[in-house]
């Protein structure tokens, strides 16, 4: 397991956890210092991480980090890589039309084409006739409401699972070469992705203005990032993993701090 270490406002590492315990016990980290890994909700003093660690250590007073390490350095640059509306909308295109086959045969299998149909013949056979012309599109949405609702459910879990997957993004915003962090640039917990796709329901009852916020809100955030504590950084998440991997020295595992 790999521990990021949080210090002023500043995070270092990742470090291996077996690294991190020695410094503890030796005093090169204080209890009070933060940190969070992998599947981790939020930053945690080390002391609640590590308590039986902490009771070995000495009472050195632990140095300040050295702000030489590159993987950190890389990694604040890619916080600030944020995708933009046009790119982050070409997306979305491409997710729709991944959703559009398994939508289609659901809809198909369900009754909706045949529904549609109905409602045709009805409209034309009422022709003038408001009042039987509202009954025909009640019965339509009547009819094609169970299959929406499997669409809509289907849509959902594709979003939520691909976005916390360890790929952090949809086969689309792959496609893009982007993807979803939470605001520390980590990836997000599963909840925490079945909790953004329906605020995207806000975003877009608002006339779509939920979304062109993307366009200039200061960290490229949609209203339902804001609403779910999201960012949509450039970069694919495991490219972003073999750069950090290779830019570290190796001095970079070690604790100079």
């Not at 019965?139 to 360890?166: D, H, K, N, R």
């Not at 750069?243 to 595992?253: E, I, K, L, V, W």
Request: proline fraction near 5%; charged fraction near 15%.
């Amino acid at each position: 397991m790999e521990i990021w270490i949080g210090r002023n406002g500043e995070r270092h590492g990742p470090y291996k956890e077996a690294d991190v315990r020695q410094w503890l016990r030796s005093g090169q980290v204080a209890g009070d210092d933060l940190g969070w890994y992998d599947g981790l909700a939020d930053w945690q003093p080390l002391a609640s991480l590590f308590p039986d660690e902490l009771n070995q250590a000495t009472s050195a007073t632990p140095p300040p980090f050295s702000a030489a390490p590159l993987p950190e350095q890389a990694t604040t640059v890619a916080l600030e890589d944020y995708a933009g509306f046009w790119k982050r909308f070409a997306a979305y295109i491409v997710d729709s039309l991944v959703l559009y086959i398994p939508n289609k045969l659901i809809m198909t299998a369900m009754g909706a084409e045949a529904a549609q149909e109905q409602l045709s013949n009805a409209i034309q056979g009422a022709t003038g006739n408001a009042e039987a012309i509202l009954h025909a599109y009640s019965q339509f949405y009547g009819a094609i409401g169970p299959a929406s609702l499997v669409t809509f459910v289907v849509a959902w879990l594709y979003f939520a699972l691909c976005e916390s997957s360890s790929w952090q993004a949809t086969l689309g915003k792959m496609a893009l070469s982007i993807r979803v962090t939470d605001l520390h640039g980590a990836r997000i917990s599963l909840p925490r992705a079945l909790g953004r796709y329906p605020a995207k329901m806000l975003s877009a009852i608002i006339l779509f203005f939920g979304f062109m916020m993307a366009g200039w809100t200061q960290r490229k955030q949609a209203l339902h990032d804001m609403i779910a504590g999201t960012l949509v950084l450039n970069g694919r998440a495991a490219a972003q993993r073999s750069d950090r991997h290779r830019d570290q020295s190796p001095s970079g595992s070690r604790f100079d701090a």
